[in-house]
C-alpha cells in the first residue's frame, strides 16, 4: 500500500509539473508576451518598461525556472486590472466556486443515486423508462442554455427564485441544478448499470438463495460494491463540475473564480488567468489523489492490479 | 491519474428480444435527426428562406408564427436586429457540424497516435504519454482554451485546433488501454515473428483490433465537441460574427430572456436534439459493437 501511494504522490508532483508549463506557455503563446498584455495601441516605451519589469529579454528557460520558483510559493504576480497579488483574488472568490460546485454534487449525487439504483431494481419499468429519458435529457442539455431556460422559467415567469447574484440559499438553487445537471445524468447511469452488474454477481445469487433478506441484500451486499466506481467518478466530476462553473457563474453573474477568470481573459488580466487555471488544476490533482486513497480503503484489489503496470 | 475510470460503464447484456428492439429504435431515432439536421445545415443556402445576415429592423424580436404578433414568413420569429431566427439556425448548424466533425477528427488523430505509442512500447513512452495525459485532464479545459483562442484570436480554424488539442486525451486513454491488451496476443507475437516492423506491425495489426472503441469514442466526442463550441461561442470567444453560430444565438438571446423567450429557447433546442441524436447513435454503437466497452 505504502509504496504505491508514493509512486502515486510523485506522479502528481510530475502531473503538477507538467501543468506549470502549460501555464507558463500560455502567456508565450504569441511569442511576444507584451502584445498579449498590453493592448493594442500601446506605446512603444510602455512595450519596453513592461519587457524589462517582466524580465522578458532573459532566454526562455530563465524565465521558466523564475516563473516556477514563484508559483510553489504562492506568487503569481500581480492582478493587472486589479492590482492586488492574483492569489488573493482567488481565495477571494474561491469559496464561492466551491460552495457551487459542492452544491452542484451534492444535488447530482442525492437525485441520481437513488434513482439509479431503483431504475435497475425495477429493470424495465415505467421508473426505468422515466429514468433513462432524464439521463438522455440531461447529458444533452448544454448547461447555459438549461441555465437560460431557468432563469426564465423559475425567475422571469413564476419569480420563485432570483435570476443572479448571490445572496442567501435561494440564490443557489437555479446555478446549482444548472451545474449539477449534466453530473447527474452520468452518475445515475454509472449507478445503474454498476448496480445492474453488481446484482448478476454470484455472491448476490448466493445470499439470495440461503434466505438473506431483499432489503440486507439490495442494501449492505450490492450497494457497498456498486459504490466503489461511483468514487473515482466523483473525482473526475469534480473536475468536469469546476471547468462548467465558469459558464454558470458566467450566467448567474455568480461572483466565483469562473466569472473572475473569464473577467480576466477579456482584460488581457494574464497573470490572473495563469494563476487561476495553475490554482483549480492543482485543487484537481488534489482531489482525485485523495478519491484515490478513498478507493484503495474501498477496493484493496487496485494497488496490485496497478502497481503490476 | 485515475486509471479505473470509466465515463458510463456499459449496460449488462440485455435479455435478448424486448432491449435490443428498444435500442434499435433509439439507434433509427437518433440517426433520422442527425441525418434531417445534417441535411438542413447542408442544404442551408437552397432552404433558408432568408438570408442569415439579412436585418429587418421594422419587424424586430417578432414572435414565433403561432404567436399573436408573429408573421407567416418568420416561422420561429426574429432577433433583435430583426433576422429571420430559423435561417440563422439552419445556416449554425453548418458551423456546429462543420467544426465539431473537424475537431474530432483531429483530436482522434492526435489521441489514436499517441495512445498507440503508450499502449504498444510501454515503458518509458507510455509513463511520459500518460503523464501528459493527466496534465491535460487536470488543466480545466473551458479555461485553457479560451486564454489560447483570445491570444491566438477567434477564427474557425483557431477554434479547431484549441478544442482538438483539449480533448485528444479521451481518445488516447482508450486506445493505450486497449493497445495493452491487444500486444500480448498471439496474431501479434506472429506478425512480429514474422519479421513486421513496429510502424507496420501497429498499423496492420494493432490499430484494426482497437478500432471498436475509437469509433464509439469519436461519436460520443462529436456530442462533446458541439457543446464546446457553442459554449466557446456563447461565452464570445467561438467564430465570430456575423457568421451565425447556435452559441452566439444562444448569448444574444440571453438579454432577452425577460422579453423574448425565442431567442435563447430554439438554438437552444437545436444544440440539444443534435447532442441528443449523436449521443443516441454513439450509445447504440457501443451497445452493439461492444458491449463490455466503458467509455
Redesign the interface.
Known sequence: MFPYLLRRLGQSVLVLLGVSVIVFGLLHLTGDPTRLLLPLEAREEDVRQLRALLGLDDPLWVQYVRFLSRAVRGDFGVSFKHQVPALTLIFQTLPATLELTAAGLALALVVAVPAGIVAALRRNSLIDAVCSVGVLLGQAMPVYWLGLLLILVFAVKLGWLPAAGRDGLASLVLPAFALGAFSMARIARMARSGMLEVLAQDYVRTARAVGVRTFLVTYKYALKNAAIPLVTIVGLEFGVLLGGAVITETIFAWPGVGRLAVDAIFSRDYPLVQAIVAMLATLFVLINLVMDMVYTYLDPRIVFVRSRR | ????????????RPAPG??RRRLSFRAVFGLTVLVCIGGAAVLAPQIAPWDPARQMLLKRLRPPMWEARGLREHPLGTDHLGRDILSRILYGGRISLGVGLSAVTLSCLIGVTLGLLAGFHGGRTDAFIM??V??F????????A???V???GPSLLNVILVMAMTRWVQFARIVRADVLSIREREFVSGARARGNRSTRLLLRHVLPNALTPIIVVATLEL?FMI?YE??LS????GVQPPTPTWGWM?SD??NY??TA?WL??FP?LA???T??AV??LGDWLRDTLDPRLTV
Open positions: 491519474m485515475n486509471e479505473a475510470a470509466g465515463v458510463a460503464a456499459a449496460d449488462v424486448a432491449i503523464r501528459v493527466d496534465v485532464l487536470a488543466i480545466p479545459y473551458i479555461l485553457l479560451m486564454g489560447v483570445f491570444a491566438l456530442a457543446i457553442s459554449a456563447f461565452l464570445g470567444l444562444l438571446g440571453r430572456v425577460a423567450w435563447a429557447t437552444g444544440i440539444m436534439l447532442v441528443l449521443n443516441l
